[in-house]
């Protein structure tokens, strides 16, 4: 049984990646909606919060750990991974890297994720480790996550959000955007219409999906 967490619905972006690659699979899902959002909190609370989901899932017989959260990813990975040697944790940020540099022609990668993720630099640094000489755009969009978790995805006052968060990454001419958060995908269509039909768009849980694949 694989066992999946995040901070809250987001996850199940990743979990329909999942099914996609490994239909026969059972998972467990664990959206810690009480403690929502991770992606303003501190280090200590997220790497305390998923150790005990982990703790949890483990106890609902997972024999595989995937941290959906990209928050979660980019500032407790390493630690959970240390604590919890005995199981395989997979993460969400690493197996998506090879595809984004493949995916970005004009080396000009826009990435958005919550104010933590953005904060730790995870991406940015493991993308410049990997080509330094990639130009990468980060920014946080805050209110993307209880837009999404409020169910108002189709709203004027979302598209409105998004059109302030990105016309600043639009003018950067990136030509591909990373979706550092689980929640984003669920605007994938407003992105879009901000950015214009041209733009690749990297949702890293199809990645994750497939190294877990590989991984059987
Ligand atoms: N789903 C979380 C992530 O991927 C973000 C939501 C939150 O802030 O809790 O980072």
Not at 29 to 35: E, I, L, T
Not at 86 to 92: D, G, L, S
Not at 150 to 158: A, L, P, V
Request: hydrophobic fraction near 45%; aromatic fraction near 10%; proline fraction near 5%.
């Amino acid at each position: 049984m694989l066992g999946i967490f995040d901070s809250g619905i987001g996850g199940l972006t990743v979990v329909k990646e999942i099914f996609k690659n490994l239909p026969k699979y059972q998972i467990i899902y664990f959206g810690d909606a009480a403690r929502l959002p991770y992606g303003t909190k501190g280090t200590d609370f997220i790497k305390r919060y998923s150790a005990k989901i982990i703790d949890w899932l483990i106890q609902k017989k997972a024999k595989i750990i995937i941290i959906a959260c990209h928050t979660s990813s980019a500032w407790a990975s390493d630690f959970l991974k240390k604590r919890f040697n005995k199981i395989p944790i997979f993460e969400v940020i690493s197996p998506a890297l090879n595809e984004v540099l493949s995916a970005a022609e004009s080396k000009r990668i826009g990435i958005i994720g919550t104010p933590g993720t953005i904060k730790s630099g995870s991406w940015k640094k493991k993308l410049l480790a990997k080509d330094p000489t990639l130009k990468i755009y980060s920014k946080s969009c805050p209110l993307f996550v209880p837009l999404i978790e409020e169910g108002w995805i189709n709203k004027k006052i979302t598209r409105e959000i998004v059109k302030e968060y990105l016309e600043p990454l639009k003018l950067k001419k990136i030509d591909v955007l990373v979706l550092a958060c689980t929640h984003y995908p669920l605007l994938e269509k407003e992105i879009k219409k901000v950015l214009g039909k041209k733009i690749k768009i990297i949702n890293p849980a199809e990645s994750l999906a497939k190294s877990i694949k590989l991984f059987f």
